[in-house]
């Protein structure tokens, strides 16, 4: 198989943004791009399934050149779980591997944030999104107690190289991050 199913994914996103202006359009057209990424889990190489003792990890799979949108595998390991985080673009994320937990916030009149609705199960095939205009503020958590959870990520920028946020329960002023990737380079995808 080796990477036919990204190679699929990145031809059709490329079409997709290059076509397509509006957020809601590009979101719907993505969601069945990603769907079928995460049918099966069999492309993605171990490598990028690996996850760090400590820290859960982001490996870069492809960044559009024109930074329309970029591919990200994110792993959690056992109890691993991501601060309170923004991201400022739209992003898809399917779970691949494992199970996810995710709890959505807002920010109140005073600029704090406040947890919105119940935390929320998603298990491989189910795909979240998140958008300033659908709501952007959220956490995730590994589910599994004992193994890696896996999820692919599909945003609508270079997510690795933006500048977004992260809030913390006690303070009004978010804090300005750019969250990087993992080393590891992305892999070489031929697709002539
Ligand atoms: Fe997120």
Redesign the pocket.
């Known amino acids: 198989m080796g990477w036919e199913p990204l190679k699929d994914a990145v031809r059709g996103l490329t079409e997709l943004t290059a076509r397509c202006c509006s957020e809601p359009e590009v979101i719907k057209g993505a969601r069945p791009i990603l769907f079928k990424l995460i049918e099966n889990s069999s492309w993605l190489e171990s490598a990028y399934k690996e996850p760090h003792p400590e820290f859960y990890q982001q490996y870069l799979l492809y960044a559009d050149p024109s930074n329309r949108f970029s591919v990200v595998s994110f792993v959690w390991g056992p109890g691993q779980s ?1 601060p309170i ?1 923004d ?1 400022t673009v739209w ?1 898809l ?1 399917g779970v691949l591997e494992g199970a996810e937990k995710c709890q959505r916030y807002e920010r109140n009149s005073m600029g704090m944030v406040e947890p919105v609705g119940s935390e929320e199960m998603y298990f491989p095939g189910d795909i979240d999104c ?1 958008s300033p205009s659908v709501g952007d503020i ?1 956490t ?1 958590a590994n589910a599994l107690p004992d193994k890696p959870s896996i999820s692919i ?1 599909i945003y609508g920028a270079n997510i690795g190289k933006t500048s977004r946020h992260v809030f913390k329960p006690d303070l009004a002023e978010p804090i300005n991050f750019i969250s990087g990737y993992n080393p590891l380079s992305a892999p070489v995808l031929d697709l002539s």
């Open positions: 991501t985080h991201h992003g994320v998140v959220h995730v990520h």
